[in-house]
């Protein structure tokens, strides 16, 4: 215990507020450094909630920090691209994990939340430049008057990096449980020749399963997320799905007809079931 407050207010922990992909009213987020010297990590912190009975506090709280840090490892396992674990103090709500540094997916495309904001679309510009910094080829050799055209061929390679890692995170049996853009971080490689890599991070509402629902509902929760924030995003997301299928082989066809089925009734269960777990840990 001693350990963790020293950590936390040291004056080498500095608070992030709104560190992306990470604001969450349950948890406080830090960037700090176990030593001095040493590479940054992200602290997150589970604080103690008054307003909760104690033992049922610290319950809830060290099964969620424990069951992240699982996650987080068992994907590490599988080859997916997550941060990696750094230190667990599940008693104390305390997790740290490997600091990204990169961007995040949602700033990375069109954001339909921000054209609400300050009332214009995003520059094409701006794209450009965002994609270009990670050696992601926006196609040069399309006239860049043809505006859409440019977008959409960085942007698929993009989306193919996005369907790859929920891919291998499902072949896992990892449920994110909050799949959105925000949850997606962009880094360059070291490998001069290797192209940038996708980062799936924020696992605070993960859990195991096998059911072919779980895996539709996330998917299903990343359309939601794609159509609410993001415009025009239905080719966007079919790429995802189509290097998503490519990946997952022969586990892909039962769970595309759950989706073409539009089974709400299995979706809306799921979804509550999603909710209450949301719910116990608030």
């Known amino acids: 215990m001693a350990a963790t407050t020293r950590l936390l207010t040291s004056s080498v922990s500095e608070y992030l507020p709104t560190y992306s992909g990470s604001f969450d009213p349950r948890q406080k987020v830090y960037k700090g450094f176990l030593t001095p010297d040493s590479a940054p990590i992200l602290l997150k912190h589970r604080f103690k909630k008054g307003y909760r009975h104690a033992t049922l506090d610290t319950t809830l709280t060290k099964a969620r920090v424990a069951g992240e840090a699982r996650a987080l490892l068992k994907c590490l ?21 490997e600091w990204i540094d990169g961007q995040s997916v949602k700033k990375l495309l069109p ?29 040069e050799e399309v006239l860049v008057a043809n505006v859409k055209i440019v977008i959409e061929y960085g942007v698929d390679d993009l989306m193919q990096l996005i369907g790859t890692e929920l891919a291998k995170m499902h072949l896992a049996d990892i449920i ?12 360059r ?22 059911l072919i629902e779980d895996k539709a509902v996330d998917l299903y929760v990343l359309e939601r997320a794609f159509a609410s924030t993001h415009p025009d995003s239905e080719p966007m997301f079919t790429s995802v799905l189509a290097a998503y299928a490519k990946r997952m082989g022969k586990e892909w066809p039962v769970l595309r007809r759950r989706l073409d089925d ?3 009734s299995i979706f809306s269960g799921r979804i509550m079931v999603l909710m209450a777990m949301v719910i116990s840990s608030s």
Request: net charge negative; no cysteine; hydrophobic share 35%.
């Open 262 to 264: 539009g089974e709400m």
């Open 111 to 139: 954001s339909g939340a921000q054209e609400e904001e300050e009332g214009d679309t995003p520059q094409v510009a701006d794209v450009e430049l965002s994609l270009e910094s990670f050696n992601i080829s926006i196609g």
């Open 77 to 97: 396992r599988a080859g997916v691209n997550v941060p990696g674990v750094r230190m667990v103090d599940a008693s104390e709500g305390l997790l740290g994990i």
């Open 176 to 187: 994110h449980g909050d799949l959105t853009t925000s949850n997606m971080m962009l880094r």
């Open 189 to 210: 490689t070291s490998a001069e020749d290797a192209g940038p890599e996708l980062v799936l991070i924020d696992f605070g509402l993960s859990y195991h399963s096998t």
